[in-house]
């Protein structure tokens, strides 16, 4: 995915440790953030919680990917029933098509921020 990216033009940060994401989020104030819910040492459902209830985090659009079914289903459900605070969520299942994630990276990057 970085590769693909970065062929794109898109200037890419990686994390390996979920416990630097809030923190490195809040610096960088990215125009996009990627977020596997799968990191080991942290919930990517609860770091999004947290981005979003953060008044500095919470304009960030956030592609949220996931192997899991269930978890991309609890996710959706957050989005949904939540719609204003999760504004600029997707919800993307692995596997998929790269096309189809850098279509969708551009959507996001070109929408309106409310």
């Known amino acids: 995915m970085r590769r693909v990216l970065e062929d794109e033009q ?3 940060s ?3 440790d979920g416990r630097d994401t809030i923190p ?3 610096s960088q104030l990215p125009d996009l953030l990627i977020l596997d819910l799968k990191l080991g040492d942290v919930s990517g ?3 999004l919680k947290h981005l979003k209830e953060d008044h500095v985090t919470e304009d960030i659009p956030v592609i949220v990917y ?4 269930l978890e991309a289903g609890e996710v959706s459900k957050l989005v949904t029933g939540d719609p ?3 504004q600029g969520v997707h919800v993307v ?3 998929y098509e790269l096309e189809s994630l850098l279509a969708l990276v ?3 990057l070109t929408e309106p921020v409310s």
């Open 10 to 12: 898109y200037q890419v």
């Open 14 to 16: 990686i994390l390996q």
């Open 84 to 86: 204003v605070r999760y």
């Open 93 to 95: 299942q692995k596997p």
């Open 45 to 47: 459902q609860d770091i």
């Open 106 to 108: 551009q959507q996001v």
């Open 24 to 26: 490195r989020v809040k």
């Open 66 to 69: 996931t192997a899991a079914v």
